[in-house]
Nanobody, 118 residues
Framework: QVQVVESGGGLVQAGGSLRLSCAAS????????MGWFRQAPGKEREFVASISGGGNTAYAHSVKGRFTISRDNAKNTVYLQMNSLKPEDTAVYYCAAKLAVAVNYDYWGQGTQVTVSS
């Protein structure tokens, strides 16, 4: 099984920045696509960003231009750089992994809280 662990969450003022990290186990990290999702209180979990093993990225419309996803395969780590944060970005952020050709993400982290004050 693949273990996924997020870190880097915290409290930040609107307009500020935060970088989340996601460490994954295994020597085949580069063969997995990685994604970030978030869930606010009372809301459904939503897609935020993803990156393939080859570096292709995708973003939710709400975060385009503000968030950047990247990966360091040598460190088995994926990052989410969040800039120009808004109160609407407040949520628990989850990191997930899947085989590149798979539709569903099968491996999930425990989540890290991000709170943006106005």
């Amino acid at each position: 099984q693949v273990q996924v662990v997020e870190s880097g969450g915290g409290l930040v003022q609107a307009g500020g920045s935060l970088r989340l990290s996601c460490a994954a186990s295994g020597r085949t990290f580069s063969t997995y696509a990685m994604g970030w999702f978030r869930q606010a209180p009372g809301k459904e979990r939503e897609f935020v960003a993803s990156i393939s093993g080859g570096g292709n990225t995708a973003y939710a419309h709400s975060v385009k231009g503000r968030f950047t996803i990247s990966r360091d395969n040598a460190k088995n780590t994926v990052y989410l750089q969040m800039n120009s944060l808004k109160p609407e970005d407040t949520a628990v952020y989850y990191c997930a992994a899947k085989l590149a050709v798979a539709v569903n993400y099968d491996y999930w982290g425990q989540g890290t809280q991000v709170t943006v004050s106005s």
